[in-house]
């Protein structure tokens, strides 16, 4: 039974709790995207549940049986790191075989696993290389091959694919997600980019500072983000926001004095609110928030127009092609249910975080 | 680079005068150290070279007649030289090993993080920075038959007393020990630094793949700290074959020749009996044993390598 409950679970390094209670419950062979930006606790999560970092509060269970005393070999998990951490020394198959050498496989058992597993991955030809005769791609495979031959309970993902340049990351994504629904193993994947997180899992959860800011399945997440902090976080480009005050119920008063009319009031009937709305939820149209273009950014399948908007740059995806030149005046409107209303406050500033390798 | 080809011709002239120039200041700075090394490096070992084919001449204290090869012809036949040397070789032979395998035992051992690990290491360094001698006269108390702590402490367990210094072979063992004790704290150290730069998820990935110590050992650890360990074994092999003071301190090289060390040898034959041309002869011998030693220890290594 591939399920993990945890519940609370609370992380301390001495005084400095980084972990503040913790609560998920993954069913078997669900796959959940753990994401939060750099120091949010994500890896720190993943680390408890693999059984390298101690549990300071709360339980971990894994099945039927709590794992908070079980060394990390009993939890019957596998684990893909960062580097990929296989044995510089050892050639693949020694590396996909490792683990069920230490279990005293029978040699003819392992080799068929190995055997399948380097079928299923496409590393036939490369069995008897060593890792460091291997590309980044295929060494990552390797990591997943060694993962896939123990036929563990769960797979622990620990941002796998950072290490990959853009075009290898997008492939070996859709070959996580292929072997995933190929083996139907719980899966919990740890990234910083929600792209990945994304498109890769059943379910998201967004951690920021040592708590779970939202989770849910992806596009739950994207339609009705709970917090400004996972309004900015989830979505590529990052959702748009502008800061000011509720008068009348239906009129955004920014600070510069700026009057936005709203469609529709906001239901909490806050006076200081944040608007938030997505670069591809805006309409261009007659009647909306004027704004002054600045660059326009075709694709070909869309493009990408930047303008200002009272001093805040707006950012906007349009389908398909524009006639809008930089200079211009555009309105931008936009379906009331397509504008997210939160408490004011600074926007958290993760809209750069797919970048980081 | 075509338009610089095209001002070469009218500017040749100065470009010629800035690169002596240049040259002049680049050897220049250079210099001092250069005066420094042919002084204290270079010129010591042609004057054992220049006196090991000649006939040593007290008076000038320099190179008398040339006598070709007769010095090496003279030691080669000496069995006391090559009874040296067979000392020198069990010394090594047993020391090298032990302090290298006892380095890393220990720095595997202490790795894990715990209270007072930098004191222990702080005291690490006390046996590296006094002086040979020094640790050779205490050691002389320590193991001394009939006052020296050890053959008391060895008295609990029901061994001894031994005669540390008038045994022959454990003359031997005391030198190893004396070296050891010296020694094996500069391993661990270099041996602690190299387990720290280690990756750590390599260490990881074994304990989720349910290696217990001992595979982690001989599967992750060794074959990571290979090329540390072969570095290690030759900066360590580099200081052994010099081995002299601590011989000198603690046992003189007896008793009879049991501890007689090649480098005490020379030293003795230098400044005993005034042997300046052979023990010269002797000196160079040496000299080319341990180059082409080094030579094959550092092959042997980078082949090492490879293999892991």
């Known amino acids: ?357 | 680079m075509t338009s610089e080809k095209a001002q070469a011709g009218p500017n040749a002239a100065p470009r010629r005068r800035r690169r002596i120039g240049d040259l002049f200041v680049r050897w220049s700075f250079m210099a001092p150290s250069i005066v420094l090394l042919i002084a204290l490096l270079a010129y010591p070992i042609f004057y054992t070279i220049d006196i090991s084919f000649s006939r040593f001449d007290i008076a000038t204290f320099g190179a008398g007649e040339w006598v070709g090869w007769e010095n090496y012809r003279e030691v080669m036949s000496d069995y006391r030289f090559w009874d040296s040397l067979e000392v020198t070789l069990i010394y090594l032979v047993i020391a090298l090993p032990l302090q290298v395998v006892l380095g890393f035992g220990i720095a595997f051992l202490i790795n894990a993080e715990w209270k007072g690990r930098g004191l222990v290491r702080a005291l690490f360094i006390i046996p590296m920075v006094v002086a040979p001698v020094v640790a050779g006269g205490m050691w002389r108390m320590i193991l001394d038959p009939l006052w020296g702590i050890m053959n008391y402490w060895l008295g609990f367990i029901g061994i001894g007393p031994l005669d540390w210094f008038g045994d022959p072979t454990l003359a031997m063992a005391s030198i190893i020990i004396i070296d050891t004790w010296r020694w094996t704290p500069f391993i661990v150290l270099i041996a602690t630094a190299a387990l720290l730069a280690l990756p750590k998820d390599v260490f990881e990935a074994a304990r989720i793949d349910g290696a217990n110590w001992w595979s982690t050992l001989w599967s992750v650890a060794v074959p990571l700290l290979v090329p540390v360990i072969a570095a290690t074994f030759v900066i360590r092999w580099l200081g052994a074959v010099k081995m002299f003071d601590i011989v000198l301190a603690a046992t003189y090289g007896g008793p009879g020749k049991a501890t007689n060390v090649v480098n005490l040898f020379i030293y003795e034959e230098a400044f005993r009996s005034l042997r300046f041309a052979e023990s010269a002869a002797m000196a160079v011998i040496v000299l080319i044993l341990t180059m082409v030693l080094t030579g094959l220890f550092l092959r042997g290594s980078r082949k090492l390598e490879e293999l892991f």
């Open chain 1, 1 to 357: 039974m591939g399920t993990v409950n945890i519940r609370d679970a609370r992380k301390s390094y001495g005084s400095v709790e980084v972990l503040h209670g913790v609560s998920i419950d993954i069913e078997d062979g669900e796959f959940v995207a753990l994401v939060g930006p750099s120091g949010c606790g994500k890896s720190t999560l993943l680390r408890m549940i693999a059984g390298l970092e101690d549990i300071t509060g709360g339980e971990i269970h894994i099945g039927d049986r709590v794992v908070n005393d079980v060394a990390p070999k009993d939890r019957d998990i596998a684990m893909v790191f960062q580097n990929y951490a296989l044995y510089p020394h050892k050639n693949v198959r020694e590396n996909m075989g490792f683990a069920l050498r230490q279990r005293r496989v029978p040699r003819a058992d392992i080799e068929q696993r190995v055997t399948e597993a380097a079928r299923i991955l496409g590393l036939e030809h490369l069995l008897d290389r060593k890792p460091r005769q291997l590309s980044g791609g295929q060494r990552q495979r390797v990591a997943m091959g060694r993962a896939i031959v123990r036929d563990p309970n769960v797979f622990l993902f620990d941002e796998p694919l950072s290490n990959l340049d853009a075009k290898l990351r997008v492939q070996m994504r859709s070959e996580i997600k292929e072997l995933h629904q190929r083996l139907k193993t719980t899966t919990i994947y740890v990234t910083h980019d929600q792209i990945e997180a994304m498109t890769l899992a059943d379910r998201v959860v967004v951690l920021n500072g040592g708590v779970i800011e939202q989770e849910g399945p992806p596009l739950e997440l994207y339609d009705n983000p709970a917090s400004l902090f996972v309004a900015a976080f989830i979505g590529s480009p990052p959702m748009n926001f502008l800061e000011g005050d509720l008068v009348d119920n239906t009129c955004l008063v920014l600070s510069d004095g700026t009057r936005l009319e709203l469609p529709a009031g906001d239901p909490k009937g806050r006076s200081r609110i944040t608007v938030g709305v997505r670069p591809e939820h805006f309409e261009l149209s007659e009647n909306g928030w004027p704004a002054t273009v600045s660059v326009v950014e075709p694709t070909g399948s869309e493009t990408q127009i930047t303008a200002r908007l009272a001093g805040n740059v707006v950012r906007v995806l349009v389908r398909g092609r524009t006639a809008v030149r930089p200079g211009e005046t555009i309105h931008l409107s936009a379906a009331p249910d397509l504008i997210h209303i939160f408490d004011a406050a600074p926007v958290p500033e993760v809209a750069e975080m797919e970048d980081v390798a």
